[in-house]
């Protein structure tokens, strides 16, 4: 049997564990790879690898010019690659082949521009008294510990990756035990484009003992979290005990606001890719419309008429507009879900079901007559299930819309610029949208506020996350402070 190795310190190994995983397309249920399953010990290995690239061999005192050569390069064949790319990932998380493609265009954009970003101008200098030039320079935090989920794997995975590489950073990454097929073909062109050994390396296995270890480990001086707000508590927790510098991005459970003045075709085709695209498995998806009475009506039975038509399928289909969900266990979640909306009394308006006898495929579903208190409205499910609030007010809008634990993301529909203006900068939320969803883009930060997260991806911001702040202080008039006076002997 063939089983795929990781990536440790410039080699490909398999496992101290000798064990495989079986990887699965959830669209057809078939294994589709082995992947290697490390063990702590195997982790272990790579943080000393990292370790050692970092404060040994001096990657971190590597000009910014070459980094960023190494990293255009990579970029440059990422970009030859995107449809053999995309395939994999569709056949690895399920997503359709559209979003596939979008997502690995999206990944070589993020290694170019953080490639382009590090060359650029930084620091700052100091206006201060007593003949002192005081200025600040950015210097790499040093081993990084990355750990990424499955519902986009290569992006989650290179928005880490090229910032850290970029700034000076060594690099140990995990991918979600589900998805690491693109990741470890990415780690193809790394090898070919020829990193130090030891400066990025890529660990396989289970995050409760392999995530914990990254999490941990007292030589990992930053560890870099996309996934589960619980998960993201236990790493906070891990993190502690060495004071290591933490980035969390969670999840959320955000509100697409619709005024009744919103332009109509507009916002129900803003509603329905808000929760639908990449089936839901989205941290910043518009998972709770929240609707102007006024407008409820004549708006609920289009979107609902529009969600039955979506396509679901496999992925690898043309015609195919929403694909399974990423297990059979986290589709059982999302059913689940869905029976407690029920009990709970919404209204289910459409969807609701298990799709075909193979794969994990979910109805679009949409449940109305919800109330603030459920717990469809109040946690993430992470699926295709959208609920809808109503609101008679801007005023009880925002309320809603901030009635929650969480502040990823939220938008606003309306034709009134001042109002949108006005609920947005209500909204307690770090990604956020006018007339729009989703749209965001590696220039701007990424993240939350609440127990969505800590810290910022993407943009000059996800640069500096993996960087140091040093004050430099020089003396311009070399000569005794005369703080203690010199006395004779
Ligand atoms: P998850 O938290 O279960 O797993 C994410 C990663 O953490 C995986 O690699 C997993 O192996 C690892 N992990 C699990 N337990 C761990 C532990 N104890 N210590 C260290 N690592 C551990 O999340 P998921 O189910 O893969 O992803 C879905 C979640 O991710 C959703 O909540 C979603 O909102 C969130 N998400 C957030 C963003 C964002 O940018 N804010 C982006 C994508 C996904």
């Known amino acids: 049997m063939n089983v795929n190795k990781m990536y440790i310190n410039g080699q490909w190994v398999l496992s101290k564990s000798g064990e495989h995983r079986e990887i699965i ?7 589709i790879a082995n992947v290697t399953e490390g063990t702590v010990e195997d982790a272990r290995e790579a943080i000393h690898a990292a370790y050692k690239a970092f404060y040994e061999v001096g990657w971190g005192e590597t000009h910014a010019r070459y980094r960023a050569q190494l990293l255009f390069e990579v970029a440059d064949k990422l970009k030859q690659q995107i449809e053999a790319f995309a395939l994999l990932e569709t056949k690895n998380n399920g997503k359709p082949l559209r979003e596939s493609s979008y997502d690995i265009a999206d990944a070589v954009n993020q290694l170019e521009y953080y490639a382009g970003l590090i060359t650029k101008p930084t620091g700052q200098v100091y206006d201060v008294p007593d003949d002192i030039q005081a200025y600040v320079v950015r210097e790499p935090i040093g081993v990084v510990g990355q750990i990424v989920p499955w519902n986009y794997p290569l992006v989650m995975a290179v928005q880490k990756i090229a910032p850290a590489l970029a700034a000076g950073c060594t690099v140990v990454i995990k991918p979600a035990e589900h998805t690491p097929l693109s990741l470890m073909k990415l780690f193809e062109i790394i090898d070919e484009v020829g990193f130090p050994p030891g400066v990025v390396n890529l660990v396989l296995g289970p995050g409760q003992t392999v995530g914990a270890e990254i999490s941990e480990n007292p030589l990992v001086d930053k560890v870099a979290f996309t996934g589960g707000t619980v998960t993201g508590k236990k790493i906070m927790r891990a993190a502690t005990e060495t004071l290591k510098n933490v980035s969390l991005e969670l999840g959320g459970k955000s509100p697409n606001i619709v005024f009744e003045d919103a332009d109509f075709e507009t916002a129900v085709d803003y509603a329905l890719y808000a929760i ?13 419309l929240l609707l102007q009475d006024s407008l409820y009506e004549k708006f609920v039975p289009e979107l609902v008429k529009r969600a039955k038509a979506i396509s679901v399928g496999n992925g690898l289909d043309a015609n195919t507009e929403m694909g399974p969900l990423i297990s059979k266990p986290h589709m059982e979640k999302v059913l689940d879900y869905i029976k407690v909306g029920i009990a709970e009394g919404a209204e289910l308006l459409c969807g609701g079901n298990r799709l075909y006898e193979k794969g994990y495929y979910v109805a ?13 409205v109040k946690e993430e499910i992470f699926g295709p299930v959208l609920v809808i609030q109503s609101f008679k007010t801007e005023e009880e809008a925002i309320r809603l819309a901030n009635d929650s634990i ?9 034709a009134d610029g001042a109002k949108a203006q006005r609920v947005i900068r209500k909204l307690r939320a770090g990604i956020t949208w006018i007339n729009t969803y989703h749209l965001t883009f590696n220039e701007a930060p990424w993240g939350g506020y609440k127990q969505s997260g800590i810290g910022r991806e993407l943009g000059t911001f996800g640069l500096e996350a993996y960087q140091e702040v040093k004050q430099v202080n020089i003396n311009l008039n070399v000569c005794p402070s005369g703080w203690f006076s010199k006395k004779d002997e």
């Open 25 to 31: 397309n959830p669209a057809t249920e078939e294994v």
């Open 276 to 288: 639908f695209a990449n089936q839901g498995q989205v941290c910043s998806a518009g998972s709770r």
């Open 364 to 376: 679009p579903t949409i449940f109305g007559k919800t109330k603030p208190t459920m717990r469809i």
């Open 406 to 414: 969480y502040g990823l993301a939220g938008a606003v529909f309306t």
